[in-house]
């Protein structure tokens, strides 16, 4: 790598929104592209980590980022999946209500899936529940047919090549550290050596507001690492769940709570919980980062977050390290399910964007700095919404 190679655009980060932003920067004409990547391949972390749902968009505020990217990207994703053979299927899901409180909350899912563009969601009563799942026992529910499961891992390698063939590049194992402006360019220290660029594009996921410290622009919200735990279904209880059964989430918060997921290579996946990590890539509770934990302890918008869920907060623990919670969760929507049903499976790091005042950061959120556009927050469903954040942030990048 010579010191002096320059690009037009620097995109930080090869998950799928920094690989779907290149993409989207090749195809507005936007000049030479180079993605860097600390990792040996693409989609380490996050993208490589989740649930593999094609969301449908029935969960966000009408207007806001995530419901008008939702309904685009899917759109574009499905058509892109086809296009390139990575392995997708739309095979719909069902949201189950099982008290009162939660039948309300549902009426207004519905709502909003409405107000966001879905058409054919029904409404289902028990006996419609047990049509699409049989093993499901819910006082009511929603049949949503839109959602869906991919490989994400696959569609970033599938995007990593097309960026190739289309003239750009995407380096593995170079990670940006120092940068600051000369002459109206980047200089961006990597282990490999500088690289210049005109313009930078941070999509650093769990290290975005970092990065964007790092480049001279100090974001306002702190990234928080919570980690997602799964469980495997046994093969014996496999046959409890046909796609997908989510509960209704609690709307306090930006998780949606345990869930049953058919998976894209076979299998069914329960989870993923929220408990704090204490590395921004702490998988498991024994991955501690002192410098993580300091930053996260440090954050005034922590202790506020802790004094306001604090129960909510320990419930989470305890299905972390309680089979048996665990499975008394997944009892509410499938009650066949016994903590003996369930092994451990793997588990995913979401990036959550808090802010001071100890709010979740619900929505996508971008910060500008010269030259430089910063993703701060990229949360679910930015993997279904990927080709549309990715039309989103080239075109604020490119003004
Ligand atoms: C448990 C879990 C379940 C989820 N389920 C779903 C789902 O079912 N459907 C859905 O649509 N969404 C889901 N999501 C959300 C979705 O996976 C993420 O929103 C999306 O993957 C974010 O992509 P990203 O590219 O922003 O981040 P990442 O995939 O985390 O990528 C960021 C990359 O930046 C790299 N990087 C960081 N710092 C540097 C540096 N200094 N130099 C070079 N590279 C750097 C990292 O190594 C990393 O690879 C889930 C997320 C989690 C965690």
Redesign the pocket.
């Known amino acids: 790598m010579s010191s002096h190679e320059t690009f037009d655009h620097l995109v930080?980060?090869?998950?799928?929104?920094?690989?779907a932003t290149a993409r989207a920067l090749q195809q507005r004409d936007a000049g030479t592209v180079l993605v860097?990547?600390?990792?040996n391949r693409?989609?380490?972390?996050?993208?490589?980590?989740?649930?593999?749902?094609?969301?449908s968009g029935l969960y966000y505020r009408p207007g806001s980022l995530k419901a008008r990217l939702c309904t685009e990207g899917r759109a574009e994703l499905l058509e892109f999946c086809a296009q390139q053979e990575v392995p997708f299927e739309v095979c719909g899901k069902v949201v189950v209500a099982t008290n009162k409180a939660e039948c309300t909350a549902l009426a207004e899912l519905a709502r909003r899936g409405k107000a966001n563009g879905l058409e054919g969601i029904v409404h289902l009563g028990p006996e419609g529940i047990r049509d699409h799942e049989p093993h499901v026992q819910g006082t009511e529910g929603l049949y949503v047919p839109q959602t869906g499961i991919a490989n994400?891992s696959a569609l970033s390698t599938a995007l990593a090549r097309s960026i190739e063939e289309a003239g750009g590049q995407v380096r593995l194992q170079?990670?940006?550290?120092k940068m600051r402006r000369e002459n109206n360019l980047w200089r961006v220290e990597t282990n490999r050596g500088p690289l210049g660029a005109r313009k930078l594009v941070n999509?650093?996921?769990?290290?975005?507001d970092r990065?964007a410290r790092e480049a001279g622009t100090p974001p306002r919200i702190r990234i928080v690492p919570f980690r997602?735990e799964y469980h495997t279904l046994a093969p014996k209880a496999q046959h409890l769940v046909r796609n997908l059964i989510y509960p209704v989430p609690d709307p306090r918060f930006p998780f949606l709570g345990v869930h049953l997921t058919r998976m894209m290579g076979g299998g069914i996946e329960a989870g993923?919980n929220a408990v704090l990590a204490f590395s921004r890539a702490g998988y498991r509770w024994r991955d501690v980062s002192p410098r993580d934990l300091a930053g996260t302890m440090g954050f005034p918008g922590t202790w506020k977050l802790f004094a306001r869920h604090l129960t909510t907060g320990i419930g989470e623990v305890q299905r972390s390290i309680s089979k048996a919670a665990f499975a008394k969760a997944l009892g509410r929507l499938v009650p066949e399910i016994t903590p003996d049903d369930l092994s451990p499976g793997g588990?995913?790091?979401?990036?959550q964007a808090l802010g001071r005042d100890g709010k979740l950061l619900d929505d996508f959120h971008f910060e500008e700095g010269p030259d430089a556009l910063h993703?701060l927050s990229?949360?679910?469903?930015?993997?279904?919404?990927?080709l549309a954040i990715g039309k989103e942030i080239a075109r604020r990048a490119l003004g």
Do not use: D, F, K, M
């Open positions: 930080i980060g090869a998950g799928i929104v920094g690989l860097i990547e600390t990792e693409v989609a380490a972390h996050q993208t490589g980590h989740n649930s593999g749902v094609i969301h994400y170079v990670a940006a550290g999509c650093g996921g769990a290290w975005a990065i997602g993923p588990s995913g790091v979401r990036a993703v990229a949360p679910s469903p930015a993997a279904t919404a990927s």
